[in-house]
């Protein structure tokens, strides 16, 4: 088996219909540490409502490194607008990730942004 046939029968395994593979985060030590996987379907709702959604469907909002590498390998399955991430920034305050500019800011999180869900495998 070549490598290009290695990766495709990696993929089948991990894979359910419908999701996406993102890619693989480094861990602290700079070695690999787990693969994102975004998962089908989004919303707008609130930060909080966006949170249990995710969960509802089995994933998380991504964190803001994820987000990054969603948009860096992702882009085009994303709408060109917010997307809320898991990170709060201080009482009432969120991060979330533009996918048109891809810059990182804040919203209130009261404010109904998109959110997509990933779940993570550890390696």
Request: charged residues 20%.
């Amino acid at each position: 088996m070549n490598v290009s046939q290695h990766k495709a029968a990696f993929l089948a395994s991990i894979l359910k219909e419908g999701e996406h593979y993102a890619g693989i985060l480094l861990g602290k030590d700079g070695h690999p540490d787990q693969h994102i996987i975004l998962l089908p379907g989004d919303v707008e709702k609130d930060w909080e409502g966006s949170k249990s959604w995710a969960k509802s469907i089995g994933g998380e909002l991504p964190n803001r490194r994820e987000q990054s590498l969603l948009i860096a390998n992702l882009k085009g399955e994303f709408k060109a607008t917010w997307y809320w991430s898991s990170e709060p920034s201080g009482d009432g305050w969120a991060w979330c990730q533009s996918f048109s500019y891809g810059s990182q800011s804040i919203h209130h999180t009261g404010n109904a942004l998109r959110a997509r869900a990933v779940r993570r495998i550890i390696v």
